[in-house]
């Protein structure tokens, strides 16, 4: 929360106009956004056929330990380790029940946003003046649910703009560390992986152990998706998909 001294600080400078941070925040919550409606048909997947990758959310457990009948016999450093696991099971559960709720949640908004040309997302500045979106379905959150925003007015992708596209291609796979390489070398990686990228574009599914091995595997999917569209329509491609760049230090 903000000071009384920032506050009067904010206030004073929009009597003078609006101040630039002020300009940034309504570009970026101005900014038309549409849902990635073929990576949503992969998110959907994954979650249906409780596919395991990364930080992806699961709604089945293991088995829940349970203290065996003669557990009066037992070694009280054995009885103690047993009633540990259950209390870590328990707290599982929770974790679980919880990630799997908003999981349902996040489809549901997902394939409602799909059905619309465009929307927005309304954005906020901390007391520190960093941005954060007002709701929770925004692109800040985890990979699966990060590649599921595209641009909804496109850009034409050529020459250097192709350049960019293939280090993000690299970025998100990282496969080998590639993203600690120069520049043209993670375009060097993307290139020799031509084939590879094509191929999983074309059958996620038969393809889900390796793109799954991803640093980021659903936006490392989303950018084959990207690039090969790259690839098929040539000088006419229009990209839409944000391309990201890690700030070193930014915190």
Same mark, same amino acid.
């Given at each position: /929360?903000?000071?009384?001294?920032?506050?009067?600080? !904010?206030?004073? /400078?929009? %009597? /003078?106009?609006?101040?630039?941070?002020?300009?940034? &925040?309504?570009?970026?919550?101005? %900014?038309?956004?549409?849902?990635?409606?073929?990576?949503?048909?992969? &998110?959907?997947?994954?979650?249906?056929?409780?596919?395991?990758?990364?930080?992806?959310?699961?709604?089945?457990?293991?088995?829940?330990?349970?203290?065996? @009948?003669?557990?009066?016999?037992?070694?009280?450093?054995? @009885?103690?380790?047993?009633?540990?696991? !259950?209390?870590?099971?328990?707290?599982?559960?929770?974790?679980?029940?919880?990630?799997?709720?908003?999981?349902?949640?996040?489809?549901?908004?997902?394939?409602?946003?799909?059905?619309?040309?465009?929307? $927005?997302?309304?954005?906020?500045?901390?007391?520190?003046?960093?941005?954060?979106?007002?709701?929770?379905?925004? #692109?800040?959150?985890?990979?699966?649910?990060?590649?599921?925003? %595209? #641009? /909804?007015?496109?850009?034409?992708?050529?020459?250097?703009?192709? $350049?960019?596209?293939?280090?993000?291609?690299?970025?998100?796979?990282?496969?080998?560390?590639?993203?600690?390489?120069?520049?043209?070398?993670?375009?060097?990686?993307?290139?020799?992986?031509?084939?590879?990228?094509?191929?999983?574009?074309?059958?996620?599914?038969?393809?889900?152990?390796?793109?799954?091995?991803?640093?980021?595997?659903?936006?490392?999917?989303?950018?084959?998706?990207?690039?090969?569209?790259?690839?098929?329509?040539?000088?006419?491609?229009?990209? $839409?998909?944000? !391309?990201?760049?890690?700030? %070193?230090?930014?915190?």
């Amino acid at each position: /929360q903000a000071t009384a001294a920032q506050k009067r600080a !904010i206030e004073h /400078q929009f %009597t /003078q106009g609006i101040p630039p941070y002020a300009r940034a &925040v309504n570009a970026l919550q101005a %900014t038309p956004l549409s849902i990635n409606r073929p990576m949503l048909e992969v &998110v959907e997947w994954c979650w249906q056929a409780q596919m395991e990758l990364g930080k992806f959310p699961v709604s089945t457990l293991p088995p829940r330990p349970r203290m065996p @009948k003669d557990h009066m016999s037992l070694a009280p450093a054995l @009885k103690a380790a047993i009633k540990a696991d !259950i209390r870590k099971h328990f707290a599982l559960e929770r974790q679980v029940k919880g990630a799997a709720a908003v999981m349902r949640q996040d489809l549901e908004t997902a394939k409602e946003l799909s059905e619309h040309e465009q929307f $927005y997302l309304p954005v906020n500045l901390d007391w520190r003046s960093r941005l954060y979106f007002c709701c929770a379905f925004n #692109y800040h959150r985890d990979d699966h649910i990060k590649s599921l925003f %595209t #641009y /909804q007015r496109g850009y034409k992708v050529d020459g250097n703009n192709a $350049y960019w596209l293939m280090v993000h291609l690299a970025n998100c796979g990282d496969f080998q560390k590639i993203s600690k390489e120069p520049l043209d070398v993670r375009v060097a990686w993307t290139e020799g992986n031509h084939q590879m990228i094509l191929d999983i574009a074309d059958d996620f599914q038969s393809t889900f152990d390796v793109w799954s091995l991803a640093d980021k595997p659903f936006c490392f999917l989303a950018a084959c998706f990207e690039y090969s569209r790259l690839i098929k329509e040539g000088a006419d491609f229009v990209g $839409y998909l944000p !391309i990201s760049l890690d700030g %070193t230090n930014s915190g």
